[in-house]
Every structure is written in structure tokens, then in C-alpha cells.
């Protein structure tokens, strides 16, 4: 069993244990002994373990779609190459206005409100514009590579994505929705998860009851 996993703060571990974040539920559902990689500034190598059983949880604190697309392909690409296809790719999409920004020297920096904004985040529609194109580019991907993938978006997108083309592409049927239907892509579960109490701060991180319902949602839709 190999499941992949990416997103930013809100998949990371944050205010939880590192076993009790929604992607290890979901693990332990199927096994107890598994090889876990939580990604901080490395990327997941397939000689870093011998467990047939691994949990790999790429996401980031601060990190974008842009960071959360081009890493994601990267390493499936990389577990493919190496006969290690996930059973299930899991990938939570963050604000549409956060982004990647490359120094000159080459250092990566992760801008969004909180972080680097000397940088200047994206604007509207822009961010949610691109947004969907990564979300529908990731999803073909994984269809062509027959990987079983569920998405779903802790914040919400502008109700402009409404009006391209490619909104129609999007596979809801592998979109975890909460209850929302379509419109999660413009809602998101932030909010939601603060008003149900399974934030631990103003940001709506998931305490660990968020995480175990976040689990729970995916697990009841694969």
C-alpha cells in the first residue's frame, strides 16, 4: 500500500501528532506498519525505506498550487519510474493567491498573506484561473496514469472560474465535496471546519477531530 498525499499547512503537521493527521487515519485504516515520509525542505527519495507500506505527505507550511502541482508530478513521475505506483493520491489545493517565487540564486520562496509578501501574491482572477488548470492538469494526469486520486480545496476559489471552459472538465466525482456538491471549488471547507469547532486557531488548521473528519470524508468516498 503506497499513498501519496500534498498540500500546505492545513495536510502538514501543524497542531497535531504526526499520526493523527488526516492522511495517517486514512493509512491506518488499511495497515499499522507503515514507512512515513513528511516532507519539511527534502523530497521523498524511494531508497529512504524497505516498507511495501508508505505514507508519503509532501505538503508544506505556506505553500501554494503552483508548489503543490509541479511537486506532486515530480515525485509520482519519480515512484512510477521506480515500479512504486501509489494506490491512491490524495491532494488538498490551497489559496488560489499564493505562489512560488525563485531568487536569483536559486533559492525558493513561498509567498502568500503571511509570507514573503514583498514578493506580491496573485491577484484575482488570475490565481483562481490557474488554479483550475493545475487541478484539471494533475487530474488527467492521474487518469492517464490509471493512479486513484481524490482532490479537495480548504479554500475557495473566485466565483470567475465559473465562466472558463475548463470548469466543466473538473471530475467531481473524485472531488471530496462535504456536502457542498459542485460549489466547493468556490466555497472551500475553511470556514466550515472553524464553525463545526475542528480548527485549533483563527486559521482553521484541523485539531484532531478535523483531521479524523477530513479522513473520514475521503474514506467514505473510496
Not at 508544506?60 to 503552483?66: E, F, H, L, T, V
Not at 499564493?98 to 525558493?108: D, V
Not at 481524490?150 to 472538465?169: T, V
Not at 471547507?189 to 477531530?209: A, Q, R, T, W, Y
Request: a negative charge.
Amino acid at each position: 500500500m503506497i499513498i501519496y498525499s500534498n498540500g500546505c499547512s492545513h495536510t502538514h503537521v501543524h497542531c497535531v501528532e504526526k499520526d493523527e493527521i488526516w492522511s495517517s487515519v486514512i493509512m491506518k485504516h488499511y495497515t499499522q506498519d507503515y514507512y512515513m515520509f513528511i516532507s519539511s525542505t527534502n523530497v521523498f527519495n524511494i531508497n529512504d525505506t524497505n516498507n511495501n507500506n508508505i505514507l508519503i505527505n509532501e505538503s508544506r507550511c505556506g505553500a501554494g498550487n503552483d508548489h503543490i502541482f509541479h511537486r506532486t508530478l515530480e515525485t509520482l513521475t519519480h515512484l512510477i519510474q521506480n515500479n512504486k505506483k501509489p494506490d491512491f493520491a490524495f491532494i488538498q489545493w490551497s489559496g488560489p493567491n499564493r505562489r512560488q517565487h525563485c531568487l536569483p540564486n536559486g533559492e525558493m520562496k513561498n509567498v502568500n498573506l503571511h509570507d514573503n509578501i514583498e514578493y506580491h501574491v496573485k491577484f484575482e482572477p488570475m490565481g483562481s484561473l490557474h488554479t483550475l488548470h493545475y487541478i484539471f492538469s494533475l487530474q488527467e494526469f492521474l487518469k492517464k496514469e490509471n493512479i486513484k486520486y481524490r482532490f479537495f480545496n480548504y479554500m475557495e476559489l473566485d466565483k470567475s472560474i465559473k465562466y472558463n471552459s475548463i470548469y466543466n472538465e473538473i471530475d467531481m466525482d473524485n472531488f471530496i465535496d462535504f456536502g457542498f456538491g459542485k460549489d466547493i471549488l468556490t466555497t472551500g471547507i475553511l470556514e466550515m471546519i472553524k464553525e463545526k469547532g475542528f480548527s485549533c486557531d483563527e486559521l482553521g488548521h484541523p485539531n484532531k477531530e478535523g483531521n479524523e473528519y477530513i479522513a473520514n470524508e475521503i474514506l467514505g468516498k473510496i
